[in-house]
């Protein structure tokens, strides 16, 4: 069942005005529109013109005869009308709607060297996909002169979805709209209707333009990227077709200009490939946040239980571990972690690492060994944090603790001066990975050996001495197993006291 929509406006031009444009945009299904004009049938004069002119009533509208019908178009593209005409004319434009309720954007001017509130396209406004990926597609467009007279008031807006090219921006909001079911109720003139009260006619405005309210879904996506006639639409799903367009957006009216779309497939995402993960050894992996490498290691288990050691060295990382097809493990790892499973003699397991966080250069020790009490990675406590006591803070010295293990293990500490400026990048972009050998002899403070039997008393203290009055120190602990791979601890920032 269809609902028809019969729309009649009118408009008249000023004794000064003989040009005047119409720009009509349907937001959704098809539409008819038409423009009729009225000419007085009768001379009139004065007051009496000015009232007969104003088309509001039926002894008015008895006046007046059609002359002519000036356009008459049918589709869902954007059309855009120059007429002239004298000043005794009304002109009257008529929309139906042969589907359904809908929504469409109306302007009309009669200053046609200052009143075209729509930004121009280029004589080329065919959108040019640059490149393609798995996950991404590059967008690149010829300039529109509006923007470029016009930087600060011009911009462009890019909308991707994965069904079909869109005409206007009004009819992406529509489309919008009606599938998160927020669009507004439209008044609504059936046929019916209108052959019962024919006589339904409204003033039409000069320069009368709908404003497009925009909104994001997860079906359309829309950026809107300032002046760059350059894109990349990202985090898209790869073996996925896409459909791209560009509008260039006048920020004073909301008015707008699309450019002719494009579409685009994207590549489908190539199968990692699987490395063998040898029992107890330590491999490092590079990985980039940008890139977005991934890395798939298999492991066969030779004991029912299996440990997976993994040590993140800057920034972190995205593991997830299946075991013989059944996903265990999916999560974002920090800081060094122990996984212990239990399962079979010969079960498969299958890990996949890559970068969550957008950090450079950063990289991860991961280690898979089914005799976990003779991992090459020492045992480390349950908690990696220094604690620093405020009572025992001085204005040069400083009290830090640490827990410690049942094995004897050495402890190395090691302390730097830093500026208050300093301390975020100092704390962020440490590598975990780097031991003591890394640092200068000057920054070492002392290294001993500790343990406990009994874990819970597993803690030792240091003081350090010599330090300045009023400054924050980079404090670091590194536990240093027999096999000489290292453990180091969350770096700690403690600030001496300015007076004592």
Known sequence: ?????????????????????????????PIEWSILQYRASHAFHGKAAEKYRSFDDLKARSYYKTVSMFFHYKGNSVENYVGTSSHSSIFVLEFLSTERDTHISVYLTTDLAHGNLFPELPGDPRIDVSSVNHNSVSLVWKPSPSATKQKENVQYCVLVN?????????????????????????????????????????????????VIHRSNNIDVRQMCIGNKNTYTVSNLSSNTQYYFDVFVVNLLTNASAAYTGTFAKTWMEPKPKVMPLKDGKIVQIKLDGKNQKVYSFQYQAINKKVQFTLQPCRGQIRAQISRNGKLLVSETIQNLRHITFKGKIMDKYLAVFKSSDVMPNSSAMIQ?????????????????KIKSFNKLRTCDSITIAWLGTQERNMYCVYKKKIREEEILRETSSVDRCLGPESRPRSEKVLCKYFHD??????????????????????????????????????????????TC
Not at 368 to 384: G, M, V, Y
Request: aromatic share 12%.
């Open 368 to 384: 898979a060994s089914s005799h976990i009490h003779k991992t090459l990675f020492p045992f480390f406590p349950a908690s990696l």
């Open 1 to 29: 069942l269809y609902v028809h929509i019969f729309f009649r406006y009118y408009f008249s031009l000023q004794e000064n005005s003989s040009h005047f444009s119409i720009t009509v945009t349907p937001c959704d299904v």
């Open 162 to 210: 994965e069904k079909h090219n869109y005409k206007s921006l009004c009819a992406a909001d529509t489309a919008i709209r009606s599938a998160t079911r927020k669009w507004p109720k439209l008044p609504s003139y059936p046929i019916s209707q209108y052959l019962e009260d024919h006589h339904r006619v409204m003033l039409l405005s000069n320069s009368d333009i709908s």
């Open 453 to 498: 039997i009994n874990v819970q008393k597993a803690v030792t203290t240091e003081t350090i001495g010599g330090l300045e009055k009023g400054t924050p120190y980079l404090f670091d602990v590194y536990l240093v197993g027999s096999s000489g791979i290292l453990v180091r601890y969350q770096s700690k920032v403690v600030k001496t006291r300015k």
